[in-house]
């Protein structure tokens, strides 16, 4: 696949503000194993092998094990992921598929029992944020780091 654009070439203004609001998500104060399963998950939901890769990546290179790695797509069916991740991850699939149904009002309960309205914030800010990197990696085809290092 060729890439189609360079969105940082063609819009660096608006990609500045896009990475300062992305160095604000990784350093909001939500764990960064959480927010790695989470980038991982709403990737995984929008089909960006760009950003699952990179994110597979940098979990492992932060401690995380591999079969936990394998699992974030069929998290509710594994016991490897505490209460809290497991709320993320519900949360991640409706906030990234909002189309669909909304957010329902028991989820919003359930999950404030494992997230402060604060970190709900932060972690609705993430989910944004993941997908609005899918959201220009897919339909640019950003150049997958796999398949440069194959063609160079």
């Not at 998950?41 to 979990?59: D, L, P």
């Not at 790695?69 to 991740?85: D, I, N």
Request: proline share 3%.
């Amino acid at each position: 696949m060729k890439q189609r654009l360079q969105f940082f070439g063609a819009a660096p203004q608006i990609m500045k503000a896009v990475s300062a609001l992305n160095k604000a998500v990784d350093e909001c104060g939500l764990e960064a194993s959480l927010l790695h399963l989470v980038k991982l998950r709403a990737s995984q939901i929008n089909g960006c092998s760009y950003c699952v890769e990179m994110h597979s990546r940098e979990a492992r290179h932060d401690g995380e094990i591999e079969q936990r790695l394998y699992l974030v797509s069929a998290w509710k069916e594994s016991p490897l992921f505490s209460e809290r991740e497991r709320a993320a991850f519900a949360w991640t699939d409706v906030v990234t598929k909002i189309a669909d149904s909304g957010v329902p009002d028991d989820l919003y309960a359930s999950t404030l029992e494992h997230f402060s309205e604060e970190e709900l914030v932060k972690l609705s800010v993430a989910i944004g944020m993941i997908n609005t990197w899918n959201r220009l990696c897919v339909p640019f085809h950003a150049i997958h780091p796999l398949a440069a290092a194959k063609a160079a």
